[in-house]
């Protein structure tokens, strides 16, 4: 059996990216013999600035939406970072490992120290440490492979050095974890639709580059009708010439289940127009069922749901921690 660690940070709503990059993915392992740890990372929210009310509303409408996508609390250990107190205590041990070239060397932070020398924006601290509670979230699990984006590979090089120096100085046993990105025909990456060299974000200010999983049924049809393409009107994978449509191939491939080459083949003899229309189709088709599901879950829902493996999450974390501590020489009268 596997143990596989995922989650999402609380700063905006969930995205198509976020769905067939992950969510599909926890579908199909929640039916196997595997332990999935699915959580909301709201404390990676308030990395930077952001209002209380939305943070506690991103949380609520993504655990909403993981049980709306069809994740069973019954298979998948669903909880919220904040409630798991060990999660920032594992966070500080760690960071007594971890020394600030390393953090510094960190994508996020070189991109926001750019800017500042620019003087466009201030770095906040939680900027520079958080990838430390990054390694916290995982190895507190103790899990054989963690689900990130291409992206957040720095990361997953990270909890392995941190993962090895634990086990090294004092005397642990911590699974040195593997990063699974999950493989989709034709990347790893879904893109943004009017920038098709970009990756689709939550963050994005160009409100048509992301299809949201509770955008309206018009709004996702106006999303895909704009897309960028080319003027080939060619339906053909080409990632380095034709990014737009080789991404909306992308889209259609994880929507429908099609290969590329099924796809090529189905429209050889159309355009793009109609290609977007099907697009659109198959899209809204999969999203009305996960909007309708979400418009029936209740606060209630939500607490139920967390409640039924909450003993369980703590105990693990608790376990993880106290070995930490206690090996780090920290008394420990628990066990």
């Known amino acids: 059996m596997k143990r596989i660690v995922s989650g999402i940070t609380a700063t905006g709503n969930l995205h198509i990216g976020n769905y067939i990059g992950a969510i599909q993915y926890l579908l199909k392992e929640q039916d196997k013999n595997n332990e999935l740890f699915v959580f909301v990372a709201d404390l990676h929210g308030l990395t930077i600035p952001i209002d209380p009310k939305l943070i506690n509303q991103n949380t609520k409408e993504i655990i909403k939406l993981y049980l709306a996508c069809g994740l ?154 704009t897309a960028l393409t080319d003027s080939e009107n060619k339906i053909k994978y080409d990632p380095i010439k034709k990014p737009g449509i080789s991404n909306l191939i992308t889209i259609y491939s994880a929507f429908s289940n099609l290969s590329i080459k099924e796809i090529e083949d189905k429209f050889k003899d159309s355009n793009y127009k109609n290609f977007k229309e099907e697009i659109s189709n198959v899209i809204i088709n999969r999203l009305k069922i996960i909007q309708s599901n979400f418009s029936k879950l209740t606060d209630k829902d939500i607490k139920e749901a967390l409640k039924l493996n909450r003993d369980e999450i703590k105990k693990i974390a608790a376990n993880s921690v106290n070995k930490v501590k206690k090996n780090m020489g920290l008394l420990n009268y628990v066990n």
Request: hydrophobic content about 35%; proline content about 4%; overall charge positive.
């Open 72 to 225: 069973d609390p019954k298979k998948v250990k669903l909880f919220v970072q904040s409630e798991i107190k060990e999660h920032t205590e594992l966070f500080y041990l760690l960071s007594t490992l971890t020394n600030i070239g390393q953090l510094e060397r960190m994508t996020q932070y070189k991109d926001k120290m750019i800017k500042q020398k620019n003087k466009t924006n201030v770095i906040p601290t939680g900027i520079l440490i958080y990838p430390i509670l990054m390694v916290a979230d995982i190895l507190l699990y103790n899990p054989d492979s963690v689900i990130v984006g291409q992206d957040q590979k720095q990361h997953i090089e990270l909890t392995k050095l941190l993962a090895q120096k634990l086990n090294n100085n004092y005397d642990l046993k911590f699974k040195i974890p593997e990063a699974q990105i999950v493989k989709k025909e034709g990347g790893s990456k879904i893109m943004a639709l009017r920038n098709p060299e970009g990756k689709m974000s939550k963050s994005d200010n160009e409100k048509n580059n992301t299809i949201f999983l509770l955008d309206s049924l018009e709004d996702i049809n106006k999303k895909i009708t």
